[in-house]
């Protein structure tokens, strides 16, 4: 199965600043990666597809970027919304897996 | 809009079978493949089951392969997972999603069901 290493595991931080959350994978998969924020009690929502895209309806102050095997997810002055947990996805090959998840929280 | 509304979880005890469903609405059903992904309390997402759209293929986790069986109707617009001789690391809240491929893949979820798997 592939390894998704997500870093850092928990991020503080306070509003306006930028953030960056990382996904590593342990072996090549391409451009398949998702990004998904998920609050307490919600289903994940996704942020990002194909590694950049940005999914319908998202804030542009959020976007995704790839370098070799390293997936980045960039949020840009940070708002109250913002505050939550976030998941890389590789869609590549089977089984899916997710990175561990990064939890962001108010400084 | 695009609505997925999950149904079926509660609490069972181990090695008894639950059938959990996913009744969809504001999309064409039959032309997306469908997932289901669960979540352990306080842990993050695990991916489960995939079908494809006309039900060809079908892909499982390691962890549920061979006691989950995933279907659909497409005549009802609805998704299905079929899980048997549970056990209590089974117990976790079960979204069903939509979409596979470069674009698609799980960009639209429910609400989930809780599974509760306990003596």
């Known amino acids: 199965d592939i390894q998704m290493t997500q870093s850092p595991s928990s991020l503080s931080a306070s509003l306006g600043d930028r953030v960056s959350i990382t996904c590593r994978a342990s072996q090549g998969i391409r451009t398949h990666l998702a990004w998904f924020q998920q609050k307490p009690g919600e289903a994940p929502k996704r942020l990002i597809y194909a590694a950049s895209g940005l999914h319908s309806g998202v804030p542009p102050r959020f976007s995704g970027s790839v370098s070799g095997s390293e997936f980045t997810l960039t949020i840009n002055s940070l708002q109250p919304e913002d505050f939550a947990t976030y998941y890389c996805?590789?869609?590549?090959?089977?089984?899916?897996?997710f990175g561990q998840g990064t939890k962001l929280e108010i400084k | 809009q695009v609505h997925l509304v999950e149904s079926g979880g509660g609490a069972v005890q181990p090695g008894r079978s639950v059938r959990l469903s996913c009744e969809t609405s504001g999309f064409t059903f039959n032309i997306y493949s469908m997932h289901w992904v669960r979540q352990a309390p306080g842990k993050g997402p695990e991916w489960v089951a995939l079908?494809?759209?006309?039900?060809?293929?079908?892909y499982y986790a390691d962890s549920v392969k061979a006691r989950f069986t995933v279907s659909r109707d497409n005549s009802k617009n609805a998704l299905f997972l079929q899980m048997n001789d549970l056990r209590p690391d089974d117990t976790a809240v079960y979204f069903c999603a939509r979409g596979n491929g470069p674009t698609r893949t799980l960009d639209y979820w429910g609400q989930g069901t809780l599974v509760t798997v306990s003596s």
């Open positions: 079908i494809s759209n006309d039900e060809n293929k079908k």
């Open positions: 996805l590789q869609h590549h090959v089977y089984p899916y897996t």
